[in-house]
């Protein structure tokens, strides 16, 4: 079986048979490379993550009533041996690498908060 939670059922777990996941996964996949994503190649891959400090993550489809929602899981560490021929070891989360220019923008924030329009801070 595969659990997840969804954006329709409060915070009620969902179990799926594995089969059935794997087709709502593809659909979602499907409708996400058409729109909002777009596959690139290993090469490509290998490219931008030696030459971004941003790295990766994986994502997350939540079902919701008309399809998927993607969510990328940007507070997990995930390996880079797979893409970039490193060792497995982790590498920090995508927030973690962003942690310090979260703190300049927040300092520049209380410095002057006009400068930042009518943004919500969170």
């Known amino acids: 079986f595969y659990i997840t939670e969804s954006e329709f059922s409060a915070k009620r777990l969902l179990y799926y048979r594995k089969p059935v996941w794997s087709i709502f996964r593809a659909l979602g996949m499907k409708k996400l490379t058409s729109s909002q994503y777009k596959e690139i190649g290993e ?64 300092y520049e924030y209380e410095r002057n908060p006009k400068k930042f329009g009518a943004g919500v801070s969170g």
């Open 43 to 106: 090469k490509r891959v290998k490219i931008l993550l030696e030459t971004h400090g941003v790295g990766l993550s994986r994502l997350k489809l939540l079902p919701k009533t008309t399809g998927m929602r993607p969510i990328a899981m940007l507070s997990q560490p995930e390996s880079l041996g797979q893409y970039c021929g490193r060792s497995r070891t982790t590498e920090q989360s995508t927030n973690d690498r962003l942690s310090n220019m979260l703190e300049i923008l927040r």
